[in-house]
């Protein structure tokens, strides 16, 4: 079976600071990794994948086999940055993606 | 379309009456997949349908939610008999082929059981 989890339900943050938010995963392959995005009345929306080793908006994530973790972090947080994120395991296999619990971001002045 | 179009995007609902959920998904996407969305149980997927294949009905959390994919475009997710643990957000995606980063969300039906 496969599972991801998300430990933080809210993470606040100032303006400026480091961010990383948290994700393990539970999978016994090779599994691709996503985060996904949701701004306030916007829908949901790819935000990086491990596979594509890209940064988005400042954001960058590393596949951990080793720890099975793929933490998403921002060197400085934005406003803009304030929203909901999913991390999301798709298990090759797989017919879908598995989506954590979510994790509210929210950057303070 | 140039997206995923879901409607209603409001639904308010009686409890024990019966729903209708549509989604449109982007034309030639060929994969179509529901989830719902609610307070602290993240995305929870409910069914898939992948071209002419049977769909995989494994999220389905009872047998009062069903759904159906007609032409292999537009998708209907039923519930029967509303409960209230069944308000949430109903989130349609759709993706050409069996592809993990090629989802696209719809903007959701907000179903609220009263």
């Known amino acids: 079976a496969q599972r991801v989890t998300q430990p933080e339900k809210l993470l606040s943050v100032f303006k400026g600071a480091p961010v990383e938010l948290k994700c393990n995963y539970s999978?016994?392959?090779?599994?691709?990794l996503f985060w996904y995005v949701q701004y306030s009345r916007q829908r949901l929306q790819l935000l990086l994948r491990?596979?594509s080793r890209e940064s988005i908006k400042g954001f960058t994530a590393d596949l951990n086999k080793g720890e099975t973790s793929f933490h998403l972090k921002k060197p400085f947080a934005q406003e803009e940055d304030s929203a909901m994120y999913y991390c999301?395991?798709?298990?090759?296999?797989?017919?879908?993606?598995?989506f954590g619990t979510g994790t509210r971001l929210q950057v303070t002045l | 379309g140039a997206g995923v179009s879901q409607s209603p995007s409001n639904k308010v609902t009686e409890k024990g009456k019966d729903v209708e959920l549509r989604c449109d998904p982007i034309?030639?996407?060929?994969?179509l997949y529901w989830y719902r969305q609610s307070l602290g149980q993240g995305l929870e997927f409910l069914i898939y349908?992948?071209?002419?294949?049977?769909?995989?009905k494994s999220g389905l959390p009872s047998d009062r939610f069903s759904a159906e994919r007609t032409g292999g475009s537009v998708s209907t997710l039923t519930i029967q008999r509303t409960q209230q643990e069944d308000s949430a957000v109903y989130l349609c995606?759709?993706?050409?082929?069996?592809?993990?980063?090629?989802?696209?969300f719809g903007s959701g039906t907000r179903l609220t059981v009263v």
């Open positions: 995606a759709s993706s050409l082929r069996r592809q993990p980063y090629g989802y696209t």
């Open positions: 999978y016994s392959g090779s599994p691709e």
């Open positions: 491990h596979i």
């Open positions: 999301a395991l798709w298990g090759g296999t797989a017919s879908k993606l598995t």
């Open positions: 034309s030639g996407h060929t994969a």
């Open positions: 349908f992948q071209g002419n294949s049977a769909p995989d």
